[in-house]
């Protein structure tokens, strides 16, 4: 084989591999019910590209299902989301901050919510509803 041929096959070669490298798609394992943590006997992989869905298995692992997932079925980005830290009527601290002027009270939760999601809650002393933004810590502030 003459030179230029075989950096022909070459280039014919590396480019097949890289049009089927990253083409994989997670898929549930078993049924993972809905409000469960992902964890990574729950998932597995198989081949071809699926659009919307997660192709990588840090993308899902430690998620939280929003929906009931099924074996086999490709795992999408809108099924899933950050594990909830806020449980529907729990209480929790409502934060508003400007300047240098923080006010804190309680207030009643009316849904579920993880970290960085925006919650609806009901302050418990005036009776108002506001949504807020969930914090590391659980709270929720408001104003942001």
């Not at 309680?106 to 506001?130: F, I, Q, W, Y």
């Amino acid at each position: 084989m003459r030179a230029w041929e075989i950096l022909l096959w070459t280039l014919v070669l590396t480019l097949a591999a890289l049009s089927t490298a990253g083409a994989d798609t997670v898929v549930s394992a078993r049924p993972v019910r809905a409000m469960s943590v992902i964890g990574p006997d729950d998932l597995t992989m198989i081949a071809g590209d699926t659009p919307g869905a997660a192709a990588h298995l840090s993308e899902v692992l430690g998620k939280e299902a929003r929906v009931m997932l099924y074996p086999g079925r490709p795992i999408r980005l809108d099924q899933i989301g950050p594990p909830a830290l806020i449980e529907r009527n729990q209480i929790v601290t409502l934060i508003y901050s400007a300047g240098g002027l923080t006010i804190a009270t309680e207030a009643r939760s009316l849904g579920r919510a993880g970290l960085g999601d925006v919650v609806r809650v009901m302050n418990l002393a005036s009776r108002k509803t506001v949504s807020g933004k969930v914090q590391p810590d659980g709270s929720v502030a408001v104003g942001f």
